[in-house]
């Protein structure tokens, strides 16, 4: 089944203990990208990845960083969490980065508590 | 200003109503425009794109204007299960490709 998956999907950390959320999809999609959702704000891109080794920071990226070493999978680190990172996150991938063909699919989310 | 702007509703229509959303995006570079829903907590889902000439999925019809920078989806004889939250989404190529997303329009139908 052609699927992206993330884990974990659930987390509650405290503030400045490092974490992983993975991201992998199996899709062969070059694209791939990652967002964070929160009320009242919409979704919002915090980086993503046009192929291997090609990263480049969204609209958000403070305090995150991704690594993209093979194509399928694309996991968000953050070295240091803070409360202000607490967020619903998605990760997507899709075939190419653009057109109107270029369908984004979404892994099922991660909901992240940081206290 | 907010590159995509929706009216956020939310909208509460009877079964059977004829329902209509609006979203303008403000990035006249923009290429390609969708229409994603997600059910609550859930993960976004593309429900359809939006080309130039409109398009129509059964009872969904999308319509975009390019030179008003305007997009619009149209539900008719909605059902119980189209109460969801409706993604405007728009791409640009400028900036990375990113997925640019509206805030969303809830809509509720009830019976």
């Known amino acids: 089944e052609a699927q992206v998956t993330q884990n974990p999907r659930y987390l509650i950390t405290v503030t400045g203990k490092k974490l992983t959320v993975t991201c992998s999809q199996n899709m062969n999609h070059e694209y791939m990208s990652w967002y964070r959702q929160d009320p009242g704000l919409g979704l919002r891109q915090i980086y993503y990845?046009?192929?291997?080794?090609?990263?480049d920071k969204g609209d958000v990226p403070e305090g995150y960083k991704v690594s993209r070493k093979e194509k399928r999978n694309f996991p968000l680190i953050l070295e240091s969490p803070s409360p202000n990172q607490t967020s619903l996150y998605f990760c997507a991938s899709s075939l190419t980065g653009g057109g109107a063909y270029n369908e984004q699919f979404f892994g099922p989310g991660t909901r992240l508590t940081v206290l | 200003r907010k590159e995509v702007e929706q009216d956020p509703g939310p909208f509460n229509v009877p079964e059977g109503a004829t329902v209509a959303f609006n979203c303008t995006y403000s990035?006249?570079?923009?290429?390609?425009f969708f229409w994603y829903r997600q059910d609550c907590r859930k993960e976004p889902k593309l429900l359809m794109s939006?080309?130039?000439s409109g398009n129509e999925d059964g009872r969904f019809t999308a319509q975009l204007n390019r030179a008003s920078q305007y997009i619009s989806l149209l539900i008719r004889d909605s059902k119980l299960s189209d109460s969801a939250t409706y993604l405007c989404?728009?791409?640009?190529?400028?900036?990375?490709?990113?997925?640019?997303f509206g805030k969303g329009t809830s809509l509720l139908v009830t019976p």
């Open positions: 990035n006249s570079a923009s290429q390609s």
């Open positions: 939006v080309y130039s």
């Open positions: 990845s046009m192929n291997v080794e090609v990263t």
């Open positions: 989404v728009v791409n640009t190529p400028n900036s990375g490709y990113a997925l640019n």
